[in-house]
C-alpha cells in the first residue's frame, strides 16, 4: 500500500480537509497524518474520513500536536528525557496519539524514542563530509569522540526510554494499535542500530514492529555508521511500514525518491509483500517532483501499490 504523508503540506494548511484534498490531487488515496497536525486541522480531517473521502494509513506521534506546541516537532517532548514531568508529558501525548489513530480507523503509529544528550555530532559530521573531509584524520577523530561520549551515557537515557515505551505498549495492546519504531536520522538520537534489535527483542509483534525510513538510514550509511543492506537484511522480518524519501551525499535527505543515493532495487526485494509504503516529502519539494517520482515508483514496483 501507497501513502503520503502530511508533512509536506501541514504547515501550509489552516483547513485539515483542504490540506486532505492537496495529496489526494497529487493521485494519493492514502494518508499518514504527520507530526505537525494542529488542533485546528483535526475537524477538515475528520470531516474526510467520516464522508469516506480519504484512507488514513498510519499517524506519526505526535498527532495531533499538543497545543502549546506551534509547528511540527515529534521530539518536542522525549520519551527518554531524564526530567519525570517531560517524560510523563510525552507518555501522556503518546496515547492521546494512538485514541487518534484509533478514531481514525487506522492501527499504526510511528515513534521516536528520544535521544542521548551528547550535543549534534552527525550534523558536524555531515559538514565534514560536504567539504571532503570523511576521509580525513579530523573526521575519524570527531567519529570515535562521539562514540566514545554517547556510551558513557547512553545506558540510562535508553532504560528511561524502555521504561516509558512499556507503558505506552500496554496501551497499545489493549487498543489494537501497533507501534512503528521508527530509525533514526542522528546517531544521538535512540534508538542505535544495536538498541533497536533490543526493543524489538523485548517487545512482541504485532504490538510493536520496526518502522524503516530509507532516508535516514541512507544518512547513516554515508557517514560509515553501518550498511543499508546489511542492516536491512537485519531487521526486514519486523518491518511494519516504511517511509520514503531519498539523499543526496551526505545528508540532504527527503528529496523524492530516485532522486538521491537509496538503493531502492537494491533493497525492495528484501521487504516482505503487502508492506505499508509512505512518501515523506520535504515542504520544499514541488508538485511535479512528486508526481514524477510517484510515476517511476508505480512503473518499478507496481507489486506496492
Known sequence: MISFSTCWNSGRHKDGAEMIQEILDLGFDTVELGHGIRLFLVEGILKMVEAGKVKISSLHNFCPLPPEIPHASPDCYQISAERPGERDRAIRHTIKTIDFAKRLGTDRVVMHLGGVEI????????????????????????????????????????????????????????????????????????????????????????????????????????????????????????????????????????????DGAVEYDRLMPMIPQDMLFVFEMSPRRTKEEITTSFAKWKERFPHTV
Not at 189 to 217: C, K, N
Open 119 to 258: 550535543g549534534d555530532y552527525t550534523g558536524k559530521l555531515v559538514r565534514m563530509a560536504e567539504v571532503g573531509m570523511h576521509m580525513s584524520k579530523a573526521y575519524l577523530q570527531t567519529k570515535l569522540e562521539a562514540v566514545k561520549r554517547r556510551e558513557s551515557l547512553q545506558d540510562a537515557a535508553f532504560r528511561r526510554s524502555m521504561d516509558s515505551l512499556k507503558i505506552i505498549y500496554r496501551y497499545a495492546h489493549m487498543s489494537g494499535v501497533r507501534l512503528g519504531i521508527e530509525s533514526r536520522h542522528s546517531f544521538e538520537e535512540i534508538p542505535s542500530e544495536r538498541e533497536m534489535l533490543v526493543v524489538l527483542d523485548q517487545f512482541d509483534a504485532p504490538t510493536a514492529g520496526y518502522w524503516h525510513d530509507f532516508g535516514h538510514v541512507q544518512v547513516k550509511h554515508n557517514l560509515g555508521f553501518l550498511d543499508h543492506v546489511e542492516w536491512m537484511q537485519k531487521v526486514a522480518p519486523r518491518l511494519i511500514g516504511c517511509h520514503l524519501h531519498d539523499t543526496k551525499w551526505p545528508g540532504r535527505d527527503h528529496m523524492a525518491p530516485f
